[in-house]
């Protein structure tokens, strides 16, 4: 490892003094603003989830808790939300928050000139709106909406909508454009060195949700370090370097990087599955794949445990079911899945009828996923029971294009992370006619779906849940292969450090000196 | 060393009579090609390996007596893989150049020959193009027309087109004016007839000498879009994705970087190479002194 | 002179409109557009429309290109699609890394390759020329990617000198910046070491074919004085000529060498914004690539003058 340390020692000297105080993360792209929920990617959420809060927030399992809001009242028709909030929260400018803020951050987002990403998901157009939004008094926000929706509240709590965060209003300048996030967050952000680095300081004034331990973005969040600085690296062989000469303290890896991180004295690896799913998307409208003797062919060809080893490195575990393996919904229904069966999916394709049309699986080469690896060795076994499977490789604006537009046979995929399982099934399904994004159009399933997203008992939900499993593996619509991976690579000087969704979380974690 | 220099008209004619012996260049160059296209040949029919055949127990092999030149992060063979993009490259080189000559003498030969306005503007068009970075150019009109062998042909095509009719067009107006044209029309050939029967004869030689250098220029690029991740679509090799696909590897097996660039400089010595030898023996500026 | 620029620029306006216009087309022809791609599949259709009627792409193609136009000629280039930057700045800056290492190379690579390719002319067909060409061929055929790769191999990696990948700004650490600039350097100087000698040697052989030279010979000038004072000076014009060329291909062709040693130059900036369909930066990088080369060419031509005396007595 001798040859990458120069590029590390040059990293040294350009990343400044480096004292214990100071947590040194990694991006692997710049973050696009600060804004909350206007223009955003996984990065910069990461980044900006550590400055602000909103009302309610994920937790760890996946489920969605008060975090600015103390306590929460639903009404018995399910369509006015009381959210009490906690009381003595302060701004980064010093300033307490009260529900004026709430409400003047709630009007700015519903304000078609903020941009806000989640607008319509809130006014009406897809399918919830609020009706109205007030602050009776100085401690409570009243929320109406329309109708009765189990995931009003996911919604509020989704990171790519800047968990609806509470600002205040200094976080905008004087002509109404944006200027700083002032939030409630426990860290503020210091400066920001386009392409090079953010800085986040430690807002000394936070005060944590209660809790002893991390939950999601709730539970105990208290700021450990004076300063985290999160610097842009995109190459990942110069992220090795730098953790393993000691540059750099944080930072998600590709699994390729873990035999070499593994075995470094001064590095620990935190790993942890994620809700993003990876998976070979069908198009079910396609004359060919329409066949569903042809479908449930294709996944008794696939050997998942072999496939899954070989573009994962042997780290990631499959998982068929739509159903992420975190899930506080994944039991003993989900885990049952496809079964490799060669001699079975030959029989299946002759029950088909098929008789060696072309199949083309769409794939694409971006570093970050799995897609063209999982395309190649499916291919192999799908030509190894006699299916006349090719890949064509597109660049990922290509590809995602088709997708859109349900142009494709099948495709090498993956969906970003959904929390609830019901969003999950959400995002899959619907009428093509009307989305042609969408992969399951079953109408029993979506009459299923809907009985989600309005039921709040979780063994009733449980209950659909597995029921929608079960149809998913008969029906065959689509293939999960598994579940993503979060590797955190750190120094062992850091302590505190758990993956979480995808992103690199600072609040409780401390650096000894 | 003066006898060497001496530029006096007679001797140099002499000299250059004496040399009846190909050329070094043109030795080295045409074997090197003769290698390119014999390996391109056998590759189109015959692998050792199947060059798209995983095997997930033989990764990242180094070169050895099964596999002369080791495998690659699925256990596919390098050498099947070599020879198996030679033959792709070679066709999707000759298609290229063929396009290029053929839609580059059209214009060239259209706007050479009307001049005026015409031309101003045929031109005008044309170093638009020229403008383009080659490399940028492709890579739009790919994203268009999609990454794949024809999806390059016509990118690459059209990206070398005004070079073509470049010259075309300096031929053209060179030869315009010449006697043998007048005396063609004077005998009542029409223009058309004119342009094709005497000046596109012209043409050829420094055609000849330009296409030998495309073929290397497309090779050259069909390569670069691979590495950027735009060429010919894994995972049917052609040098280029090889050499791209070799990046992540390059500390644990430097030899899925090192054969298929080298491959390709041979490739490209052997066709410069040629392509000097068959400048010497056409270009009538290069030929010997008067 | 000042009529001939002048000239020579309303020649290139016509060339760069229609760049401007293809490039505008052409990438809105690609599949896919910023809009979606911002959002992923996160997008709902209702989110998508937001999104394109905020990047101004729900207007017809005529409106959005006189907008765009419009403001390019006041100088205002739009915003990044990506990161909102500013667009004019941003291709500053990067094209400010670019020509750092397209420069520095081709100056040294002339320095070093115009007298060797006179000298090889001047020797024609003798051990030194044929060695010289050979040398010269051999690295203008080795891709620079490749190059740049071997380099990388054997100063990164096995001998661990200089840094493998990454970029730090000479204007911040100018010590450690000029680590990370030796090697692209090197690969683009051995290439264009190649080509440049190749052509000062063709064209000083062109040249010393001339009737003048043997009429200077005639006059009993020595040898050395007939090649220093005329040919090489002569030699050099179509060289410069030529070197422009490279200039201007160079500054689009170096993506690859950006993308081996992952500097963050003007083509990267440009690739990796078509990976994206950040518009903005598309139409602002190819128009002012193409610019440049006009400019380029421009300069070229007017130096010619300098080298031929018989250009500037037209």
Redesign the interface.
């Known amino acids: 490892m ?6 590390a020692f ?2 040294g ?2 990343a400044g003094a480096l004292h214990a105080q100071t947590l040194t993360a990694v991006l692997n792209a ?1 973050i ?2 600060t804004n909350p929920g206007v ?1 955003r ?1 996984g990065n910069t959420d990461a980044v900006v989830m550590h400055m602000v809060e909103g009302l309610v927030g994920y937790a760890e399992d996946g489920s969605v808790g008060p975090l600015l809001a103390e306590k929460l009242e639903i009404s018995p028709d399910g369509k006015t939300y009381t959210f009490h909030l906690r009381k003595g929260v302060k701004f980064h400018n010093g300033a307490t928050m009260t529900s004026a803020d709430v409400l003047w951050s709630w009007n700015r987002y519903m304000d ?1 000139k903020t ?1 806000w ?5 809130f006014d009406g ?2 399918g919830l709106k609020v009706v109205s939004a007030t602050a009776p008094d100085a401690d409570s926000f009243v929320m109406q909406i329309d109708k009765p929706n189990g995931l009003f509240l996911d919604s509020l709590a989704r990171a ?1 909508c800047g968990g609806t965060a509470v600002l205040h209003k200094d976080s905008v300048k004087a002509d109404g454009s944006w200027d700083k996030p002032i939030g409630t967050g426990p860290f503020m952000l210091g400066e920001w060195k ?2 090079q680095s953010v800085q986040l300081l430690a807002f000394d004034g936070y005060v944590s949700p209660k809790g002893d331990r991390r939950d999601g973005y709730i539970g105990s969040k208290r700021p450990l370090v004076k300063e985290a600085r999160f610097m842009v ?3 990942a ?2 992220v090795k ?1 730098g953790l393993l000469a000691g540059s750099l303290d944080m930072a998600l890896m590709p699994e ?1 990087d873990v035999p070499d991180l593994k075995n470094a004295a001064n590095v620990a690896l935190a790993i942890a599955p994620n809700p993003v799913r990876h998976s070979l998307i069908i198009q079910t409208r396609d004359p060919l794949m329409q066949n569903q003797a042809l479908r449930q062919a294709i996944a008794a060809a696939i050997d998942f445990p ?1 496939l899954v080893a ?1 573009v994962s490195n042997g780290l990631g575990k499959p998982n068929n079911s739509p159903v992420y393996m975190t899930s506080k919904y994944y039991g003993e229904v989900e885990k049952q899945g496809f079964t490799y069966d060669p001699a079975k999916a030959r029989e299946l394709l002759q029950k088909a009828g098929y008789k060696g049309e072309k199949i083309t699986i769409l794939a694409n ?1 971006r ?1 970050s996923v799995p897609s ?1 690896n999982t395309a ?2 499916a291919q ?1 076994m799908m030509q190894a029971v006699g299916i006349n499977a090719e ?8 590809q ?5 537009k349900g142009n494709y046979q099948m495709q090498a ?4 992370a959904r929390f609830d399982p019901a969003l999950g099934f959400e ?1 899959i399904s619907g009428p093509k006619d009307k ?1 042609p ?1 969408k992969i399951w159009e079953d109408p029993e399933a979506l009459a299923l779906i809907d009985k989600s997203m309005v039921e709040t008992d979780p063994a009733e939900r449980q209950k659909i849940f597995d029921a929608l499993h079960k149809r998913f593996i008969e029906q065959v619509p689509s293939i999960f292969t598994h579940n993503d991976l979060d590797i955190i690579a750190h120094n062992k000087r850091v302590t505190g450090v758990t993956p979480w969704a995808s992103q690199l979380r600072v609040w409780e974690v401390s650096v000894a000196k | 060393m003066s006898s060497d220099s001496t530029v006096s008209a007679g001797g140099a004619m002499k000299r250059n009579r004496r040399m009846k012996l190909p050329a070094p260049n043109a030795l080295v160059g045409s074997t090197l090609i003769a290698i390119l296209l014999a390996a391109a040949g056998t590759g189109a029919l015959w692998t050792p390996y199947d060059p798209l055949k995983l095997s997930f127990r033989e990764k990242l092999v180094a070169p050895s007596a099964l596999h002369w030149l080791g495998t690659d992060e699925f256990g596919r063979d390098v050498l099947s893989r070599l020879m198996a993009g030679a033959a792709t490259s070679v066709w999707i080189s000759i298609l290229t150049v063929t396009l290029a000559v053929v839609m580059g003498t059209a214009i060239g030969l259209v706007s050479g020959y009307l001049r005026g306005w015409a031309d101003r503007v045929i031109m005008a068009f044309n170093d638009a193009l020229l403008a383009f970075p080659g490399i940028l150019l492709a890579l739009g009109l790919l994203a268009v027309l999609g990454a794949n062998k024809y999806g390059i042909i016509v990118a690459l095509g059209i990206a070398y087109t005004p070079s073509v009719a470049r010259v075309v067009r300096g031929t053209v107006l060179s030869l315009r004016e010449r006697e043998f044209i007048a005396a063609s029309r004077v005998m009542g050939n029409g223009e058309g007839f004119t342009m094709l029967r005497h000046i596109l004869p012209n043409c050829i030689a420094p055609l000849t000498v330009l296409a030998t250098s495309m073929f290397g220029y497309v090779l050259l690029a069909e390569s670069a879009l691979s590495f950027l991740g735009l060429g010919v679509p894994p995972p049917a090799p052609t040098w280029g994705n090889m050499l791209a696909g070799s990046r992540p590897y390059i500390d644990q097996a430097a030899w899925l970087g090192i054969f298929p660039g080298l491959a390709i400089s041979l490739t490209l010595l052997g066709i410069n190479l040629l392509g000097d030898a068959l400048r010497d023996r056409l270009d009538p500026r290069m030929r010997g002194a008067r | 002179m000042f009529r001939f620029a002048l000239t020579r620029i309303g020649m290139a306006l016509p060339t760069l409109l229609i760049v401007a216009v293809s490039v505008f087309v052409l990438i809105r022809l690609i599949p896919g557009d910023p809009a979606q791609l911002m959002l992923g599949d996160l997008a709902t259709p209702a989110s998508l429309a937001d999104l394109r009627a905020r990047l101004g792409l729900d207007q017809s193609l005529p409106v959005q290109f006189g907008i765009w136009f419009g403001n390019v000629l006041t100088g205002d280039f739009g915003q990044s699609i990506s990161s909102q930057q500013a667009v004019l700045p941003l291709i500053l800056q990067r094209f400010a890394v670019s020509a750092q290492i397209v420069l520095v190379a081709v100056f040294l690579a002339s320095l070093f390759a115009v007298p060797a390719g006179v000298v090889a002319a001047w020797k024609q067909d003798s051990a030194l020329d044929i060695g010289l060409v050979g040398a010269a061929t051999l690295l203008l055929s080795i891709p620079t990617f490749w190059l740049g790769l071997l380099l990388l191999l054997f100063f990164g990696l096995k001998l661990g000198w200089l840094p493998v990948v990454g970029y730090v700004s000479i204007a911040d650490d100018w010590k450690a910046g000029l680590l990370y600039l030796v090697m692209p350097i090197l690969t683009l100087f051995l290439h264009e070491m190649g080509v440049i000698l190749r052509m000062a040697r063709a064209s000083t052989l062109e040249v010393l074919r001339l009737d003048y030279i043997t009429h200077a010979r005639a006059k009993g000038l020595s040898e050395s004085a007939v090649l220093w004072r005329h040919a090489f000076k002569n030699a050099f014009g179509p060289t410069w000529t030529l070197i422009g060329l490279v200039l201007g291909n160079l500054l689009g062709g170096i993506a690859v060498v950006e993308t081996v040693f992952t500097i963050p130059g003007l083509g990267r900036l440009l690739v990796d914004a078509i990976f994206a369909r950040d518009y903005p930066v598309i139409q602002g990088c190819m128009l002012f690539v193409a610019f440049t080369y006009v400019l380029v060419n421009l300069v070229i031509d007017l130096c010619y003058p300098i080298f031929d005396p018989r250009v500037a007595a037209q």
């Open positions: 001798n040859r990458l340390l120069v590029s040059a990293l000297l350009s710049d696009r603003s223009n990617d078609p941009d990403r989640c607008l319509s998901d157009r897809n790519d386009r392409g690296i995109p190459d062989a110069t370097a390729s072999e070989n080469k570093s063209f190649v060795i192999a890949i064509e490789v597109l660049e990922w604006a290509t995602l294009d088709r997708y859109n995929f993956s969906y970003s995002q989305q994004r």
